[in-house]
Protein backbone atom coordinates (compact mmCIF):
# COMPACT_ATOMS: atom_id res chain seq x y z
CA UNK A 1 0.00 0.00 0.00
CA UNK A 2 1.12 3.38 -0.73
CA UNK A 3 2.14 6.15 1.47
CA UNK A 4 -1.02 7.99 2.79
CA UNK A 5 -2.02 11.38 1.50
CA UNK A 6 -2.37 13.01 4.75
CA UNK A 7 -0.79 10.78 8.18
CA UNK A 8 -0.62 12.46 11.56
CA UNK A 9 1.51 11.13 13.96
CA UNK A 10 1.66 11.70 17.89
CA UNK A 11 -0.11 15.32 16.89
CA UNK A 12 -0.61 17.09 19.93
CA UNK A 13 -2.96 20.60 20.49
CA UNK A 14 -3.59 23.70 22.85
CA UNK A 15 -5.46 26.29 23.21
CA UNK A 16 -3.52 28.58 25.74
CA UNK A 17 -2.51 26.26 28.71
CA UNK A 18 -5.70 23.52 27.85
CA UNK A 19 -4.61 20.29 26.27
CA UNK A 20 -7.15 19.01 23.67
CA UNK A 21 -4.99 16.66 21.61
CA UNK A 22 -2.71 14.28 23.56
CA UNK A 23 -0.91 12.50 20.69
CA UNK A 24 -3.95 11.44 18.18
CA UNK A 25 -2.36 10.05 14.89
CA UNK A 26 -4.29 8.71 11.77
CA UNK A 27 -3.81 8.15 8.24
CA UNK A 28 -6.25 9.66 5.06
CA UNK A 29 -5.37 7.55 1.73
CA UNK A 30 -5.96 9.21 -1.61
CA UNK A 31 -8.97 9.15 -2.92
CA UNK A 32 -10.84 7.86 0.44
CA UNK A 33 -13.34 9.50 3.24
CA UNK A 34 -12.32 9.00 6.48
CA UNK A 35 -14.59 10.31 8.97
CA UNK A 36 -13.94 11.18 12.70
CA UNK A 37 -16.53 10.30 15.45
CA UNK A 38 -16.66 11.52 18.89
CA UNK A 39 -18.37 13.23 21.77
CA UNK A 40 -18.13 17.23 22.03
CA UNK A 41 -14.99 18.24 23.25
CA UNK A 42 -13.09 15.21 22.17
CA UNK A 43 -10.45 17.32 19.80
CA UNK A 44 -11.98 16.53 16.53
CA UNK A 45 -12.44 19.96 15.43
CA UNK A 46 -9.03 20.87 17.06
CA UNK A 47 -7.81 17.92 14.41
CA UNK A 48 -8.56 19.50 11.26
CA UNK A 49 -7.45 23.30 12.83
CA UNK A 50 -3.60 20.96 13.78
CA UNK A 51 -4.08 20.44 9.82
CA UNK A 52 -4.89 23.12 8.36
CA UNK A 53 -2.70 25.32 10.70
CA UNK A 54 -4.83 27.43 12.62
CA UNK A 55 -4.39 26.16 16.14
CA UNK A 56 -0.66 25.78 17.02
CA UNK A 57 0.34 22.20 17.18
CA UNK A 58 3.35 20.01 18.12
CA UNK A 59 4.25 16.44 16.33
CA UNK A 60 4.56 15.00 12.54
CA UNK A 61 1.84 16.21 10.01
CA UNK A 62 2.72 15.43 6.47
CA UNK A 63 0.10 15.66 3.45
CA UNK A 64 1.61 14.55 0.05
CA UNK A 65 5.17 13.24 1.28
CA UNK A 66 5.42 17.03 2.86
CA UNK A 67 6.01 18.10 6.37
CA UNK A 68 3.27 21.00 7.41
CA UNK A 69 5.15 21.22 10.99
CA UNK A 70 5.82 24.99 9.67
CA UNK A 71 2.72 25.79 7.00
CA UNK A 72 0.02 28.31 7.94
CA UNK A 73 -3.78 28.14 7.09
CA UNK A 74 -2.60 30.30 4.09
CA UNK A 75 -0.01 27.88 3.24
CA UNK A 76 -2.14 24.94 3.22
CA UNK A 77 -5.16 26.19 0.95
CA UNK A 78 -1.90 26.69 -1.28
CA UNK A 79 -1.09 23.30 -1.21
CA UNK A 80 -4.40 21.86 -1.79
CA UNK A 81 -6.69 21.94 1.70
CA UNK A 82 -9.57 23.11 1.60
CA UNK A 83 -11.07 23.08 5.30
CA UNK A 84 -14.64 23.86 5.80
CA UNK A 85 -14.78 25.09 9.45
CA UNK A 86 -18.09 24.94 11.73
CA UNK A 87 -19.84 27.36 10.91
CA UNK A 88 -18.97 27.46 7.22
CA UNK A 89 -16.53 30.37 7.18
CA UNK A 90 -19.16 31.77 4.80
CA UNK A 91 -18.73 35.68 3.69
CA UNK A 92 -21.79 36.28 4.81
CA UNK A 93 -21.27 40.27 3.53
CA UNK A 94 -19.91 39.11 0.37
CA UNK A 95 -22.26 37.80 -2.67
CA UNK A 96 -22.50 34.18 -3.63
CA UNK A 97 -20.12 34.48 -6.76
CA UNK A 98 -17.79 36.29 -4.56
CA UNK A 99 -17.41 33.44 -2.21
CA UNK A 100 -16.80 30.88 -5.18
CA UNK A 101 -14.43 33.05 -6.50
CA UNK A 102 -12.64 33.33 -3.06
CA UNK A 103 -12.63 28.99 -2.86
CA UNK A 104 -10.41 29.65 -5.94
CA UNK A 105 -8.38 32.19 -4.41
CA UNK A 106 -4.89 30.57 -5.10
CA UNK A 107 -5.75 28.99 -8.62
CA UNK A 108 -3.97 31.16 -11.31
CA UNK A 109 -6.14 31.90 -15.06
CA UNK A 110 -9.53 31.08 -15.32
CA UNK A 111 -11.60 29.76 -13.25
CA UNK A 112 -14.88 29.30 -15.43
CA UNK A 113 -14.08 25.94 -15.92
CA UNK A 114 -14.36 25.17 -12.28
CA UNK A 115 -17.57 27.53 -12.14
CA UNK A 116 -19.18 24.72 -14.70
CA UNK A 117 -18.34 22.46 -13.13
CA UNK A 118 -19.43 23.14 -9.40
CA UNK A 119 -23.09 24.39 -10.59
CA UNK A 120 -22.95 21.21 -12.33
CA UNK A 121 -23.39 19.68 -8.87
CA UNK A 122 -25.39 22.97 -7.46
CA UNK A 123 -27.46 23.84 -10.52
CA UNK A 124 -29.55 26.68 -7.72
CA UNK A 125 -25.71 28.63 -7.09
CA UNK A 126 -26.11 29.97 -10.47
CA UNK A 127 -28.93 31.88 -10.77
CA UNK A 128 -28.15 33.47 -7.12
CA UNK A 129 -24.42 34.19 -7.75
CA UNK A 130 -25.32 37.62 -7.24
CA UNK A 131 -27.51 37.40 -3.88
CA UNK A 132 -25.71 38.22 -0.64
CA UNK A 133 -24.46 34.87 0.66
CA UNK A 134 -25.88 35.91 4.21
CA UNK A 135 -29.27 36.01 2.57
CA UNK A 136 -28.76 32.03 2.02
CA UNK A 137 -31.10 29.16 4.25
CA UNK A 138 -28.57 26.99 6.34
CA UNK A 139 -28.55 24.26 4.29
CA UNK A 140 -27.90 26.80 1.05
CA UNK A 141 -25.05 28.29 3.20
CA UNK A 142 -23.59 24.79 3.66
CA UNK A 143 -23.58 23.65 -0.02
CA UNK A 144 -22.03 27.09 -0.71
CA UNK A 145 -19.43 26.37 1.68
CA UNK A 146 -19.01 22.72 0.01
CA UNK A 147 -19.26 24.32 -3.89
CA UNK A 148 -16.56 27.06 -2.15
CA UNK A 149 -13.98 24.52 -1.03
CA UNK A 150 -14.90 22.30 -4.60
CA UNK A 151 -13.45 25.34 -7.21
CA UNK A 152 -10.14 25.01 -5.53
CA UNK A 153 -9.99 21.49 -6.77
CA UNK A 154 -8.46 20.64 -3.26
CA UNK A 155 -6.46 17.70 -2.80
CA UNK A 156 -7.63 17.31 0.75
CA UNK A 157 -11.11 18.63 1.82
CA UNK A 158 -11.62 18.94 5.29
CA UNK A 159 -15.33 19.29 6.44
CA UNK A 160 -16.39 20.23 10.16
CA UNK A 161 -19.79 19.14 11.02
CA UNK A 162 -21.33 19.63 7.46
CA UNK A 163 -24.79 18.64 8.72
CA UNK A 164 -25.10 20.92 11.87
CA UNK A 165 -28.38 22.68 11.96
CA UNK A 166 -29.41 21.57 8.93
CA UNK A 167 -32.56 19.51 8.03
CA UNK A 168 -32.20 16.05 7.52
CA UNK A 169 -33.13 15.62 3.85
CA UNK A 170 -30.26 18.48 3.55
CA UNK A 171 -27.98 16.51 5.28
CA UNK A 172 -28.98 13.54 3.26
CA UNK A 173 -28.14 15.68 -0.05
CA UNK A 174 -25.01 16.90 1.29
CA UNK A 175 -23.77 13.54 2.13
CA UNK A 176 -25.02 11.90 -1.38
CA UNK A 177 -23.11 14.91 -3.30
CA UNK A 178 -19.80 14.42 -0.72
CA UNK A 179 -19.90 11.18 -2.58
CA UNK A 180 -20.67 11.87 -5.74
CA UNK A 181 -17.64 13.77 -5.84
CA UNK A 182 -15.50 10.98 -4.18
CA UNK A 183 -16.14 9.03 -6.58
CA UNK A 184 -16.18 10.72 -9.96
CA UNK A 185 -13.39 12.91 -8.93
CA UNK A 186 -11.60 10.77 -6.68
CA UNK A 187 -11.92 13.41 -4.12
CA UNK A 188 -10.09 12.96 -0.44
CA UNK A 189 -12.42 13.80 2.14
CA UNK A 190 -11.52 13.85 6.09
CA UNK A 191 -15.11 14.48 7.80
CA UNK A 192 -15.86 15.77 11.37
CA UNK A 193 -19.74 14.51 12.07
CA UNK A 194 -22.16 14.04 14.97
CA UNK A 195 -24.70 12.06 13.10
CA UNK A 196 -21.89 9.01 13.10
CA UNK A 197 -24.75 6.80 11.22
CA UNK A 198 -24.58 8.74 7.88
CA UNK A 199 -21.10 9.43 8.29
CA UNK A 200 -19.77 5.80 8.68
CA UNK A 201 -22.03 5.00 5.76
CA UNK A 202 -20.33 7.61 3.54
CA UNK A 203 -17.17 7.06 4.51
CA UNK A 204 -14.21 3.93 4.19
CA UNK A 205 -12.71 4.22 7.25
CA UNK A 206 -13.31 6.10 10.83
CA UNK A 207 -11.53 7.48 13.49
CA UNK A 208 -13.43 7.58 16.87
CA UNK A 209 -12.15 9.95 19.11
CA UNK A 210 -12.07 10.55 22.96
CA UNK A 211 -10.74 13.44 25.33
CA UNK A 212 -7.96 13.93 22.71
CA UNK A 213 -7.09 10.27 22.16
CA UNK A 214 -7.50 8.24 19.24
CA UNK A 215 -9.90 5.26 21.17
CA UNK A 216 -11.22 3.33 18.25
CA UNK A 217 -10.09 3.20 14.30
CA UNK A 218 -10.75 0.78 11.04
CA UNK A 219 -13.08 0.55 7.92
CA UNK A 220 -16.25 1.81 8.33
CA UNK A 221 -18.01 -1.77 8.62
CA UNK A 222 -15.44 -2.71 11.48
CA UNK A 223 -16.60 0.19 13.08
CA UNK A 224 -20.51 -0.13 12.56
CA UNK A 225 -20.07 -3.82 13.97
CA UNK A 226 -18.53 -2.29 16.95
CA UNK A 227 -20.75 -3.05 19.96
CA UNK A 228 -19.65 0.37 21.48
CA UNK A 229 -19.86 2.88 18.41
CA UNK A 230 -23.48 1.35 18.58
CA UNK A 231 -24.28 1.91 21.77
CA UNK A 232 -22.35 4.89 21.98
CA UNK A 233 -22.54 6.99 18.61
CA UNK A 234 -25.19 4.69 16.37
CA UNK A 235 -28.03 4.39 18.98
CA UNK A 236 -28.91 0.74 19.15
CA UNK B 1 -33.34 17.51 -3.87
CA UNK B 2 -31.78 20.49 -3.02
CA UNK B 3 -33.45 22.64 -5.96
CA UNK B 4 -36.75 21.65 -4.56
CA UNK B 5 -35.74 21.82 -1.08
CA UNK B 6 -35.15 25.18 -1.39
CA UNK B 7 -37.91 26.37 -3.35
CA UNK B 8 -39.82 26.93 -0.33
CA UNK B 9 -37.41 30.18 0.32
CA UNK B 10 -38.12 31.27 -3.00
CA UNK B 11 -39.98 34.13 -1.24
CA UNK B 12 -37.13 35.07 1.28
CA UNK B 13 -34.49 35.65 -1.80
CA UNK B 14 -32.99 38.80 -2.71
CA UNK B 15 -31.22 41.23 -0.70
CA UNK B 16 -32.93 42.92 2.57
CA UNK B 17 -33.97 45.94 2.15
CA UNK B 18 -32.76 48.23 5.52
CA UNK B 19 -35.32 50.15 6.73
CA UNK B 20 -33.17 52.99 7.34
CA UNK B 21 -32.18 53.18 4.00
CA UNK B 22 -35.45 55.31 2.66
CA UNK B 23 -34.92 57.76 5.70
CA UNK B 24 -31.30 58.31 5.01
CA UNK B 25 -31.90 58.66 1.14
CA UNK B 26 -34.85 61.22 1.77
CA UNK B 27 -32.66 63.09 4.08
CA UNK B 28 -29.91 63.62 1.57
CA UNK B 29 -32.51 64.25 -0.58
CA UNK B 30 -34.01 67.31 1.60
CA UNK B 31 -30.10 68.55 2.09
CA UNK B 32 -29.66 68.43 -1.73
CA UNK B 33 -32.67 70.24 -2.53
CA UNK B 34 -32.10 73.07 0.43
CA UNK B 35 -28.39 73.72 -1.05
CA UNK B 36 -29.95 73.78 -4.88
CA UNK B 37 -32.60 76.14 -3.60
CA UNK B 38 -30.18 78.31 -1.54
CA UNK B 39 -27.68 78.28 -5.25
CA UNK B 40 -30.53 79.89 -7.25
CA UNK B 41 -32.03 82.59 -4.39
CA UNK B 42 -28.21 83.66 -3.65
CA UNK B 43 -25.14 83.93 -5.73
CA UNK B 44 -23.14 84.40 -2.20
CA UNK B 45 -24.92 80.92 -1.13
CA UNK B 46 -23.79 79.32 -4.15
CA UNK B 47 -20.42 80.10 -3.86
CA UNK B 48 -19.67 79.48 0.01
CA UNK B 49 -21.42 75.55 -1.47
CA UNK B 50 -19.27 75.48 -4.08
CA UNK B 51 -16.46 75.73 -1.92
CA UNK B 52 -17.36 73.18 1.11
CA UNK B 53 -18.23 71.05 -1.25
CA UNK B 54 -14.38 71.52 -2.46
CA UNK B 55 -13.14 71.44 0.69
CA UNK B 56 -15.82 68.42 1.94
CA UNK B 57 -14.54 66.59 -0.88
CA UNK B 58 -10.63 67.12 0.75
CA UNK B 59 -12.32 65.78 4.38
CA UNK B 60 -14.49 62.98 2.54
CA UNK B 61 -10.73 61.56 1.23
CA UNK B 62 -8.67 61.86 4.37
CA UNK B 63 -12.60 59.79 5.77
CA UNK B 64 -12.17 57.14 3.22
CA UNK B 65 -8.64 56.73 4.67
CA UNK B 66 -9.52 56.44 7.81
CA UNK B 67 -12.72 53.94 7.29
CA UNK B 68 -10.12 51.68 4.87
CA UNK B 69 -7.79 51.35 7.97
CA UNK B 70 -10.77 50.95 10.36
CA UNK B 71 -12.00 48.28 7.97
CA UNK B 72 -9.24 46.24 7.87
CA UNK B 73 -8.10 46.51 11.43
CA UNK B 74 -10.69 47.92 13.45
CA UNK B 75 -8.60 50.61 14.78
CA UNK B 76 -8.95 54.44 13.94
CA UNK B 77 -5.82 55.58 12.66
CA UNK B 78 -4.75 58.85 14.71
CA UNK B 79 -1.78 59.28 12.49
CA UNK B 80 -3.42 59.25 9.15
CA UNK B 81 -3.43 63.66 8.79
CA UNK B 82 0.14 63.64 9.78
CA UNK B 83 0.93 60.79 7.41
CA UNK B 84 -0.75 62.73 4.99
CA UNK B 85 0.81 65.78 5.96
CA UNK B 86 4.62 64.24 5.46
CA UNK B 87 3.62 63.10 2.32
CA UNK B 88 2.48 66.48 1.37
CA UNK B 89 5.80 67.71 2.25
CA UNK B 90 7.19 65.03 0.25
CA UNK B 91 5.49 66.84 -2.97
CA UNK B 92 7.16 70.04 -1.64
CA UNK B 93 10.71 68.55 -1.70
CA UNK B 94 10.45 66.89 -4.99
CA UNK B 95 9.13 70.05 -6.59
CA UNK B 96 11.75 71.95 -5.57
CA UNK B 97 14.38 69.45 -6.65
CA UNK B 98 12.59 70.56 -10.22
CA UNK B 99 9.52 68.21 -10.66
CA UNK B 100 6.51 69.41 -12.45
CA UNK B 101 3.36 69.21 -10.02
CA UNK B 102 1.87 66.40 -11.28
CA UNK B 103 5.36 64.63 -11.47
CA UNK B 104 5.37 65.54 -7.91
CA UNK B 105 1.67 64.47 -7.52
CA UNK B 106 2.48 60.54 -8.86
CA UNK B 107 5.53 60.28 -6.85
CA UNK B 108 4.56 61.27 -4.13
CA UNK B 109 1.53 58.94 -3.92
CA UNK B 110 3.67 55.79 -4.39
CA UNK B 111 5.84 56.72 -1.76
CA UNK B 112 3.06 57.18 0.65
CA UNK B 113 1.82 53.81 -0.59
CA UNK B 114 5.43 52.39 0.77
CA UNK B 115 5.19 54.59 3.27
CA UNK B 116 1.39 53.18 4.55
CA UNK B 117 2.76 49.21 4.17
CA UNK B 118 5.87 50.03 5.63
CA UNK B 119 4.31 51.60 9.16
CA UNK B 120 1.89 48.79 9.12
CA UNK B 121 4.43 46.04 9.07
CA UNK B 122 7.17 47.43 11.40
CA UNK B 123 4.79 49.17 14.05
CA UNK B 124 1.20 48.18 13.73
CA UNK B 125 1.87 44.16 13.19
CA UNK B 126 4.00 43.58 16.11
CA UNK B 127 1.26 44.80 18.13
CA UNK B 128 -2.14 44.14 16.24
CA UNK B 129 -2.73 40.93 17.74
CA UNK B 130 -2.60 42.29 21.85
CA UNK B 131 -5.56 44.91 21.91
CA UNK B 132 -6.91 47.60 19.95
CA UNK B 133 -6.05 49.88 22.35
CA UNK B 134 -2.16 49.17 22.22
CA UNK B 135 -2.84 49.82 18.36
CA UNK B 136 -4.76 53.00 18.85
CA UNK B 137 -1.60 54.03 21.09
CA UNK B 138 1.01 53.18 18.90
CA UNK B 139 -0.99 55.48 16.39
CA UNK B 140 -0.80 58.11 18.58
CA UNK B 141 2.75 57.86 18.66
CA UNK B 142 3.43 57.61 15.29
CA UNK B 143 1.42 61.01 15.25
CA UNK B 144 4.28 62.25 17.54
CA UNK B 145 7.31 61.24 15.45
CA UNK B 146 5.75 62.26 12.48
CA UNK B 147 5.29 65.49 13.46
CA UNK B 148 8.73 65.35 15.26
CA UNK B 149 10.56 64.15 12.21
CA UNK B 150 8.78 66.68 10.02
CA UNK B 151 9.68 69.56 12.17
CA UNK B 152 13.31 68.38 12.26
CA UNK B 153 13.61 68.46 8.69
CA UNK B 154 11.48 71.14 7.15
CA UNK B 155 11.07 73.17 10.48
CA UNK B 156 7.74 75.02 11.59
CA UNK B 157 7.56 78.04 9.33
CA UNK B 158 5.35 78.21 6.27
CA UNK B 159 5.71 76.66 3.19
CA UNK B 160 3.38 76.65 0.05
CA UNK B 161 3.59 74.59 -3.37
CA UNK B 162 2.16 76.33 -6.39
CA UNK B 163 -1.84 75.69 -7.36
CA UNK B 164 -1.72 73.09 -9.75
CA UNK B 165 -5.17 74.53 -11.15
CA UNK B 166 -3.94 77.83 -11.96
CA UNK B 167 -5.54 81.05 -10.63
CA UNK B 168 -8.85 80.87 -12.87
CA UNK B 169 -12.21 80.57 -12.29
CA UNK B 170 -15.22 79.69 -14.30
CA UNK B 171 -18.57 81.83 -14.23
CA UNK B 172 -21.80 80.09 -14.11
CA UNK B 173 -24.97 82.14 -13.90
CA UNK B 174 -23.10 84.85 -12.11
CA UNK B 175 -21.28 82.48 -10.17
CA UNK B 176 -17.26 82.56 -9.88
CA UNK B 177 -16.39 78.75 -9.97
CA UNK B 178 -12.44 78.62 -9.32
CA UNK B 179 -10.80 75.91 -11.20
CA UNK B 180 -8.78 75.34 -8.26
CA UNK B 181 -12.30 73.46 -6.58
CA UNK B 182 -13.83 71.51 -9.68
CA UNK B 183 -9.61 70.05 -9.92
CA UNK B 184 -10.20 69.23 -5.86
CA UNK B 185 -12.98 67.68 -6.58
CA UNK B 186 -12.41 65.94 -9.46
CA UNK B 187 -8.78 64.72 -8.56
CA UNK B 188 -10.50 63.19 -5.16
CA UNK B 189 -13.27 61.50 -6.44
CA UNK B 190 -10.92 59.71 -10.10
CA UNK B 191 -8.77 58.51 -6.99
CA UNK B 192 -12.18 57.24 -5.02
CA UNK B 193 -13.39 55.49 -7.65
CA UNK B 194 -9.79 53.89 -8.68
CA UNK B 195 -10.06 52.48 -4.93
CA UNK B 196 -13.26 51.51 -5.58
CA UNK B 197 -12.73 49.67 -8.56
CA UNK B 198 -9.66 48.13 -7.07
CA UNK B 199 -11.92 46.66 -4.28
CA UNK B 200 -14.74 45.60 -6.30
CA UNK B 201 -13.09 44.06 -9.50
CA UNK B 202 -10.07 42.87 -9.26
CA UNK B 203 -8.65 39.63 -7.27
CA UNK B 204 -6.58 41.81 -4.82
CA UNK B 205 -9.86 43.58 -4.02
CA UNK B 206 -11.37 40.46 -3.29
CA UNK B 207 -8.85 39.28 -0.69
CA UNK B 208 -8.51 42.87 1.27
CA UNK B 209 -12.43 42.34 1.82
CA UNK B 210 -12.31 39.04 2.54
CA UNK B 211 -9.15 39.87 5.04
CA UNK B 212 -11.07 42.63 6.79
CA UNK B 213 -14.65 41.02 6.74
CA UNK B 214 -13.35 37.68 8.46
CA UNK B 215 -9.43 37.52 8.86
CA UNK B 216 -9.49 33.13 9.63
CA UNK B 217 -11.85 32.47 7.10
CA UNK B 218 -10.40 34.65 4.47
CA UNK B 219 -6.98 32.25 5.28
CA UNK B 220 -8.15 29.23 5.06
CA UNK B 221 -9.09 30.18 1.24
CA UNK B 222 -5.50 30.65 1.03
CA UNK B 223 -6.02 34.85 1.46
CA UNK B 224 -2.62 36.08 3.19
CA UNK B 225 -4.17 37.85 5.98
CA UNK B 226 -1.02 40.03 6.68
CA UNK B 227 -0.45 41.44 3.65
CA UNK B 228 -3.60 42.27 3.13
CA UNK B 229 -3.94 44.37 5.71
CA UNK B 230 -0.55 45.54 4.80
CA UNK B 231 -1.55 47.17 1.40
CA UNK B 232 -4.58 48.39 3.13
CA UNK B 233 -2.75 50.56 5.17
CA UNK B 234 -0.93 51.35 2.03
CA UNK B 235 -3.88 52.47 0.15
CA UNK B 236 -5.41 54.46 3.16
CA UNK B 237 -2.33 56.60 2.79
CA UNK B 238 -2.72 57.08 -0.82
CA UNK B 239 -6.02 58.25 0.16
CA UNK B 240 -4.68 60.58 2.63
CA UNK B 241 -2.28 61.58 0.17
CA UNK B 242 -4.45 63.10 -1.63
CA UNK B 243 -6.23 64.82 0.97
CA UNK B 244 -3.15 66.31 1.81
CA UNK B 245 -2.24 67.32 -1.74
CA UNK B 246 -5.78 68.80 -2.02
CA UNK B 247 -5.91 70.71 0.73
CA UNK B 248 -2.63 72.40 0.72
CA UNK B 249 -3.57 75.11 -2.19
CA UNK B 250 -7.02 75.57 -1.33
CA UNK B 251 -6.98 77.24 2.31
CA UNK B 252 -4.44 75.70 4.17
CA UNK B 253 -0.50 76.70 4.22
CA UNK B 254 1.72 73.73 4.43
CA UNK B 255 2.99 73.62 8.17
CA UNK B 256 3.19 70.79 10.49
CA UNK B 257 -0.17 71.16 11.84
CA UNK B 258 -2.12 71.65 8.50
CA UNK B 259 -3.67 68.41 8.83
CA UNK B 260 -4.84 68.46 12.04
CA UNK B 261 -7.96 70.58 11.77
CA UNK B 262 -8.46 68.34 8.94
CA UNK B 263 -8.59 65.13 10.61
CA UNK B 264 -10.87 66.42 13.03
CA UNK B 265 -13.21 66.72 10.46
CA UNK B 266 -12.42 63.54 8.35
CA UNK B 267 -13.31 62.18 12.22
CA UNK B 268 -16.51 64.06 11.88
CA UNK B 269 -17.27 62.85 7.92
CA UNK B 270 -16.62 58.98 9.08
CA UNK B 271 -18.72 58.79 11.80
CA UNK B 272 -21.34 60.82 10.07
CA UNK B 273 -20.93 58.24 7.11
CA UNK B 274 -20.91 55.30 9.49
CA UNK B 275 -17.33 54.25 9.66
CA UNK B 276 -17.46 51.10 8.24
CA UNK B 277 -18.77 52.89 4.92
CA UNK B 278 -16.68 54.33 2.22
CA UNK B 279 -19.39 55.88 -0.10
CA UNK B 280 -20.44 57.46 3.57
CA UNK B 281 -16.95 58.78 4.21
CA UNK B 282 -17.12 60.74 1.03
CA UNK B 283 -20.95 61.58 1.65
CA UNK B 284 -19.92 62.92 5.29
CA UNK B 285 -17.10 64.55 4.19
CA UNK B 286 -18.96 66.62 1.88
CA UNK B 287 -21.78 66.92 4.55
CA UNK B 288 -19.42 68.46 6.83
CA UNK B 289 -17.54 70.70 4.22
CA UNK B 290 -20.58 72.30 3.01
CA UNK B 291 -22.01 73.20 6.59
CA UNK B 292 -19.16 74.41 7.85
CA UNK B 293 -18.17 76.84 5.47
CA UNK B 294 -21.83 77.77 5.15
CA UNK B 295 -22.04 78.40 8.90
CA UNK B 296 -18.78 80.87 8.84
CA UNK B 297 -19.26 82.52 5.20
CA UNK B 298 -22.40 82.59 4.05
CA UNK B 299 -24.56 84.05 7.22
CA UNK B 300 -21.90 84.00 9.82
CA UNK B 301 -24.39 86.52 12.11
CA UNK B 302 -27.35 84.61 14.77
CA UNK B 303 -28.02 87.49 16.67
CA UNK B 304 -25.48 89.06 18.78
CA UNK B 305 -23.32 86.73 18.08
CA UNK B 306 -20.96 86.28 14.81
CA UNK B 307 -19.75 83.04 14.13
CA UNK B 308 -16.38 83.44 13.04
CA UNK B 309 -13.59 80.46 11.61
CA UNK B 310 -12.35 79.76 15.07
CA UNK B 311 -15.88 77.91 15.57
CA UNK B 312 -15.43 75.27 12.60
CA UNK B 313 -13.36 72.91 14.73
CA UNK B 314 -16.10 73.18 17.92
CA UNK B 315 -19.02 72.83 15.37
CA UNK B 316 -17.29 69.64 13.99
CA UNK B 317 -17.04 68.17 17.32
CA UNK B 318 -20.38 69.05 18.37
CA UNK B 319 -21.80 67.09 14.85
CA UNK B 320 -19.61 64.37 16.25
CA UNK B 321 -21.13 64.02 19.68
CA UNK B 322 -24.68 64.45 18.06
CA UNK B 323 -24.27 61.61 15.87
CA UNK B 324 -22.65 59.30 18.51
CA UNK B 325 -24.97 60.22 20.68
CA UNK B 326 -28.55 60.29 18.61
CA UNK B 327 -27.21 57.41 15.81
CA UNK B 328 -23.98 56.07 16.63
CA UNK B 329 -24.01 53.69 13.18
CA UNK B 330 -23.67 56.53 11.39
CA UNK B 331 -25.99 57.85 7.92
CA UNK B 332 -24.52 54.08 6.33
CA UNK B 333 -23.61 52.25 9.06
CA UNK B 334 -23.57 48.59 8.20
CA UNK B 335 -26.49 46.35 9.60
CA UNK B 336 -25.41 42.82 8.58
CA UNK B 337 -27.25 40.77 6.74
CA UNK B 338 -26.93 37.13 8.45
CA UNK B 339 -29.59 34.01 8.56
CA UNK B 340 -28.03 30.70 9.87
Not at chain 1, 96 to 115: C, D, F, K
Not at chain 2, 59 to 68: F, R
Not at chain 2, 98 to 125: D, E, N
Request: charged share 15%; glycine share 12%.
Amino acid sequence: MSAALLELEDVEARYGPVHVLHGISLAVEEGSIVTVLGPNGAGKTTTLRAISGTVRRAGNIRFGGRSLQRVGPDGAARLGIAHVPEGRGTFSELTVSENLRLGAYTRRGSIQPELERVFSYFPWLSERRRQQAGTLSGGEQQMLALARAFVLRPRLLLLDEPSLGLAPVLVAELFRIIRELNEEEGLTVLVVEQNAHLALQAADAGYVLEAGHVVLSGSSADLMADDSVRRSYLGY
Amino acid sequence: MVTAATSRLEGLRGRAIDPGATTVVLLLLGVAVFLLVGCLQSKNFAQYTIQGIALGSVYGSLALALVLVYRATHVINFAQGELAMFTTYIAYELMLHGFSYWAAFAATLAIAFVLGTVLQVTIIRPVQHRSVIATVIVTVGLFVLIDGVVNWIWGGDLKSMKSPFGNGFFVVGGVAIQHLYVGMVIVVFASAVLVWALFRFTKLGLGMRAAALRPAAASLVGVRVDSMLAIGWGLAAVLGGVAGLMAEPSQFLLTPTFMQPILVYAFAAAVLGGLESPAGALIGGLLIGVMLTLLVGYEPHIGPITITSELQLPFSFVVLLLILLVKPSGLFGRREVRRV
